[in-house]
């Protein structure tokens, strides 16, 4: 035993000289690293990568150790590497970093490991980074434009100002990038549009049909997470242009005899490209011949070279169209010259031939004023042709003739005791309806306005339907909203016959202030002055409402001219505005 204590005893003094020769323990493990003893240098820590195109970028934090002198990174199951030298700015952790170019695109996975001159090393970090190339590009999609519309048009210098309505934000997108020259100045410029903003307003832009500078090239920019550069989608070639139409419609009947002729002029027609990423070049038209926007219609030209090829079909899939004879586009005119035809119900079809030129008149147009009625402006206005009939508070019926200056003449009084009506309006082939709530009357009105018969109680019972207004569909069926706000359509016959029942076409039109008819559509304006425009075609399949306004508060009744739109407003003066619902119409 005692042996044992002396041998431990001898161990310990040897171990406590030895140890007071070091002064301290750096001195400790300075001797342990001389004696060759394996020691790592401190390693990389918190890398990351960051995905580039065609290259990549590996971040790390480079600790205290101050015997790090380089970082080594492999890659490619370590056939290619590149030393990073370090230098150290002062003491403590120091970030660093590198870019490494000119990479195939594909997933990666880096190795780092810090070292010095004698040849000390540290354990290996990795991480894993993917470089952007073509083939995840072409995995990107562009962000939708879900409409254009021309907002303002100057037909001296060929030019428009455009709205571009957004589809959903895509993920990872940061904004959209629209290039294109503007029409006055020549100048090319780059409008960026950020990824939150639901529109955008693009000014001077040319109305050169399928002419490169007046062309929109739209892509859109995505900055994925941990990425280096921002990503930009192929280019999609968007185009919006204004036109004016001159024409004439001749309908056949099935057994190709011709029953009826319709000219027309001046008829604004919009042409938008077919966004693409191909080489096919194609517009779709809004409207077919003279007749209204309307829903389950596509007028569609494909152009190669200065030839034009028709397809499509118009009020329903089965009413097909097709080129008739020769269609071509004359680009230096930016002259359309179009033959085609559509089918009709019972066999017969109708033959267009029509000329566009660019549109003879710029917009939007400030109205004019037709007449002042002063104090006079209460009641229902309603038109027969241009001229304009007044019922007013007392009841008594009011004929303004509307002359040759395109301004009302002094009303005649044609009758009285029209009063206490919800709804008096004209209805087509020469017939005056009114309703109060729980009946309605039919009048017949002759050319010379003189009112011939009038037959009362032609449709009773209506109180159970809370109907608060009634309104004509064309010439063949009323619409008529509820306290509800539902839409409904009951069929009328030449012979005041009713067809059919009351059927609902839609709901939600109870934040509609005013509703106005106009031809395959409906006009609406909400309490905020927004003005809505929604297809309604003769099967009444009713279209989503689109605002194409904004301000008409201002005017307490609006009545439709024809082709243009009568607006009171509170001072009792009537302005007149050349309508056209494929056009932009804020109200200041």
């Known amino acids: 035993m005692k042996k044992k204590n002396s041998i431990l005893f001898v161990l310990l003094s040897l171990f406590s000289l030895w140890f007071i020769q070091c002064d301290d323990m750096d001195d400790l493990y300075q001797q342990y690293v001389d004696e060759g003893e394996k020691i790592y240098l401190g390693k990389t820590d918190s890398l990351i990568a960051m995905s580039g195109l065609g290259r990549i970028q590996l971040k790390w934090f480079v600790n205290a150790d101050p015997k790090i002198e380089e970082t080594v990174i492999y890659w490619n199951m370590r056939q290619d590497s590149v030393v990073k030298p370090?230098?150290?700015?002062?003491?403590?952790?120091?970030p660093d970093s590198l870019v490494i170019e000119n990479l195939p695109e594909g997933v990666y996975t880096f190795e780092l490991f810090n070292r010095n001159k004698e040849g000390d090393r540290s354990l290996i970090s990795s991480v894993q980074g993917e470089v952007y190339g073509d083939t995840y590009l072409a995995t990107l999609k562009n962000r939708s434009v879900v409409s254009m519309k021309v907002v303002a048009y100057d037909k001296d210098k060929q030019a428009s100002d455009i709205e571009l309505v957004w589809g959903p934000a895509l993920s990872g997108s940061i904004g959209s990038k629209i290039f294109y020259t503007k029409k006055s100045s020549g100048e090319a410029v780059e409008v960026i549009a950020s990824s939150t903003e639901e529109s955008t307003i693009l000014t001077d832009v040319g109305n050169r049909l399928n002419h490169p500078d007046d062309i929109l090239q739209i892509s859109t920019l995505f900055l994925m997470e941990n990425a280096l550069d921002v990503l930009e989608t192929a280019p999609r070639k968007e185009q919006i242009c204004v036109f004016s139409a001159t024409g004439v419609r001749t309908e056949y009947n099935s057994e190709g005899v011709p029953t009826k002729t319709v000219p027309y002029s001046d008829i604004i027609k919009i042409l938008r490209r077919v966004s693409s990423l191909s080489t096919t070049v194609a517009y779709d038209c809004n409207r077919v011949a003279e007749a209204s926007s309307l829903p389950n219609t596509q007028f569609r030209l494909e152009l190669t070279a200065?030839?034009?090829?028709?397809e499509g079909y118009f009020n329903g899939l089965l009413n097909t169209l097709s080129s008739e004879g020769v269609n071509s586009f004359a680009p230096e005119e930016q002259r359309l010259s179009l033959h085609y035809r559509y089918r009709q119900s019972g066999g017969g079809y109708s033959v267009i031939e029509e000329e566009y030129l660019p549109a003879n008149i710029s917009f939007p147009v400030l109205p004019t004023k037709v007449y002042s009625l002063n104090s006079n402006k209460g009641g229902h206005f309603f038109t027969k042709g241009d001229d304009l009939m007044h019922v007013d508070l007392e009841g008594n019926m009011?004929?303004?003739?509307?002359?040759?200056?395109?301004?009302?003449?002094?009303p005649t009084l044609m009758t009285t005791g029209w009063g206490n009506f919800t709804s008096v309006f004209y209805?087509?082939?020469n017939r005056i309806l009114r309703y109060d709530r729980n009946r309605v009357d039919i009048a017949t009105i002759d050319d010379n306005y003189n009112i011939t018969q009038l037959a009362l109680y032609v449709g009773a019972g209506w109180g159970s339907l809370a109907v608060n207004r009634l309104m004509p569909f064309k010439d063949f069926a009323l619409i008529m909203t509820n306290t509800s706000g539902t839409l409904m359509k009951l069929g009328i016959s030449p012979t005041n016959d009713w067809i059919g029942g009351f059927d609902t076409v839609g709901t939600g039109f109870s934040a509609y202030s005013k509703i106005i008819p106009f031809d395959n559509s409906i006009l609406a304006i909400d309490n905020s002055g927004g003005f809505w425009f929604m297809t309604l075609s003769d099967n009444f399949e009713l279209g989503n409402p689109v605002k194409i306004g904004s301000g008409w508060n201002k005017y307490i009744n609006v009545i439709r001219q024809g082709t243009a739109l009568l607006a009171i407003d509170a001072y009792g003066d009537m302005w007149r505005y050349e309508f056209n619902p494929d056009l932009s119409w804020n109200v200041e």
Do not use: E, S, V
């Open 427 to 429: 209805l087509p082939q």
């Open 398 to 410: 009011w004929l303004y003739r509307f002359n040759q200056d395109k301004q009302f003449d002094p």
């Open 86 to 94: 370090f230098q150290r700015i002062g003491t403590g952790i120091q």
């Open 306 to 310: 200065q030839d034009i090829a028709i």
